[in-house]
């Protein structure tokens, strides 16, 4: 494991590891992170972990460039991989629905497989979260049956309702709160995750895995769960 | 005797309570937020003795946002000049003044940059969400009402002490430049600027580029002669204040305070921190250049401009 520094912006440095997408990243991400995190102690603003890299934003008033630079290059000299299967496993239940995931029709029919076997698919697996992003508590998941890879809609949706879950190409995620997207939407689920990130402690973390169920519509709602119809187009 | 308060009669297009910004929770997916213009922002709090990063109110375009006081109050104003009048009076900004009870404090239409702050004795108080009071609309965390909305008609600000600590003039020479037709924007270079054709890096420091209509506190798009990658998208990765992104049509997108976190757009470098802060007061049409710096010299500048606070 050799990671490379590169120079990100005045006080950010870009921590390199891999050039692929691959869940085994996360073994070397996780420890990486912590690492990192007690190497630079309080000169430490921001450290965002994402599939391949880390963004180390340190406090340029306590660090030069070249000290912040050799402390990031120390900390990351002996590096060991993490043992992945500590991280937590979560069951997300989900209304998988045409009403509140206008995308299953089309994505089914684009793996030329019926609905419940798309249903059945997308709940197979133990997706792994790979990084927070985009929103507070959205989840980066991945990687999707290559089966069921879709890209992204052409034009986004101006609202995906919170607790929208959508793939995009091999990546899953569940939208958080009311945003703008471009993913497939497939159900909702009624867990909070903007909840848990406003009280900043994410339900997902990176490494952990995510596993779906399909519910009914009585158990969506019994949940909380807000069953209004999804635009179909934005 | 009642707690004094600014209620709000009118309230502008956005006015928004803002801090030094949200650290330390970008791993959460959550944005920075914070100040645009940090240094008028800083020099705000400054004129009334206030840490430096207390929450204040950041006031964009202004519209006739109207602010009413309950009490007399010692009030100071940096950044843009929005056309500010106390009933009717002009008040110049980069100045402590009093707000009388029952004066009304208006902002109406930016004469010189975009962003106003208005900052308050001790700061004004509003609720606390991961450790910060900044407002981030898209985020909908922070703000009064917990809720990331701007101000709203109707709305009343509380701050946290009776007096100021000080009352204090700035000198004319510090006080904050607003940009005009033209602004200069260093920019430290990222490793990813090794992916864009050589005709494309000399394009990017030898053309204006105009500051597009497609500007919030997100990021602010620039226009000019598109530039180029070998990257077409890459794997998403975490994104600093100021970085240059260049989507496939070749147009810079600046991403500022309100950023999101991650994103997979290949970047050229960063603009530096004073750098985004002018930016952040460049009405649309601007012209800026960018200028390469060395990320050491852009952290001496940096030190070199919070000295002037010492």
């Given at each position: 494991m050799k990671p490379r520094l590169e120079t990100a912006a005045m006080d950010a440095l870009t921590v390199r590891l891999f050039d692929t997408i691959d869940e085994g990243n996360m073994a070397w991400i996780i420890p990486a992170d912590t690492a990192l995190r007690q190497a630079f102690g309080d000169a430490l603003i921001d450290l965002i972990p994402s599939y391949t890299t880390l963004l180390v934003h340190y406090d340029c008033r306590q660090l030069g460039f070249a000290e912040a630079t050799a402390l990031a290059r120390n900390a990351l000299n002996d590096l060991q991989p993490a043992d992945i299967q500590n991280g937590q496993l979560h069951e997300i239940p989900v209304w998988y629905d045409a009403s509140v995931g206008p995308e299953l029709a089309p994505v089914a029919k684009r793996a030329g497989i019926s609905v419940e076997q798309l249903i059945t698919r997308h709940c197979s697996h133990d997706y792994c979260v790979f990084a927070l992003g985009f929103?507070?508590?959205?989840g980066f998941m991945g990687l999707v049956d290559e089966g069921l890879a879709t890209p992204r809609l052409k034009t986004p949706r101006q609202r995906v309702a919170a607790g929208s879950v959508g793939i995009a190409d091999r990546q899953t995620a569940i939208y958080p709160l009311l945003s703008p997207g471009g993913w497939n939407i497939l159900g909702r689920t009624a867990v909070p995750l903007f909840e848990y990130a406003k009280r900043g402690e994410p339900l997902f973390r990176p490494g952990d895995k995510v596993r779906f169920k399909a519910i009914s519509k009585a158990e969506f709602e019994a949940a909380g769960g807000d069953t209004t119809p999804l635009e179909e187009r934005s | 005797m009642s707690t004094a308060t600014l209620s709000v009669k009118q309230a502008g297009p956005l006015a928004l309570i803002q801090d030094g910004g949200r650290f330390g929770v970008g791993h959460l997916g959550v944005t920075q937020s914070g100040a645009a213009d940090w240094i008028s922002f800083y020099w705000a709090n400054w004129l009334l003795g206030n840490a430096l990063d207390s929450t204040a109110l950041e006031i964009v375009l202004g519209g006739n946002l109207t602010l009413e006081a309950s009490h007399d109050v010692c009030l100071a104003l940096a950044g843009a000049d929005l056309d500010a009048r106390i009933n009717d009076h002009p008040l110049a900004p980069n100045t402590c003044f009093t707000l009388k009870a029952g004066q009304r404090l208006v902002f109406r239409q930016p004469r010189a940059g975009l962003r106003a702050y208005l900052a308050f004795p001790g700061g004004l108080k509003a609720p606390e969400v991961l450790g910060s009071h900044a407002c981030t609309a898209r985020e909908q965390l922070g703000g009064l009402h917990e809720?990331?909305?701007?101000?709203?008609?109707g709305d009343q600000l509380v701050w946290l002490?009776?007096?100021?600590?000080a009352t204090r003039q700035l000198p004319e020479a510090l006080a904050p430049a607003m940009p005009g037709q033209h602004c200069t924007l260093p920019l430290v270079l990222g490793s990813q600027a090794a992916h864009f054709a050589g005709r494309s890096l000399y394009q990017a420091f030898n053309q204006p580029w105009k500051v597009d209509q497609r500007a919030d506190r997100m990021g602010v798009r620039l226009t000019g002669q598109a530039l180029n990658s070998r990257l077409g998208g890459i794997i998403s990765e975490g994104i600093p204040l100021g970085a240059v992104q260049i989507p496939p049509d070749g147009q810079p997108i600046v991403l500022m305070n309100?950023?999101?976190?991650i994103g997979g757009y290949p970047r050229i470098g960063a603009i530096t921190r004073s750098a985004c802060a002018r930016l952040s007061q460049c009405l649309p049409g601007t012209e800026v250049w960018l200028q390469p710096v060395s990320a050491t010299q852009a952290q001496v500048d940096y030190r070199k401009q919070l000295a002037v606070w010492r």
């Open positions: 929103a507070p508590g959205y | 809720d990331g909305k701007p101000l709203q008609t002490s009776q007096k100021p600590q309100d950023r999101q976190t």
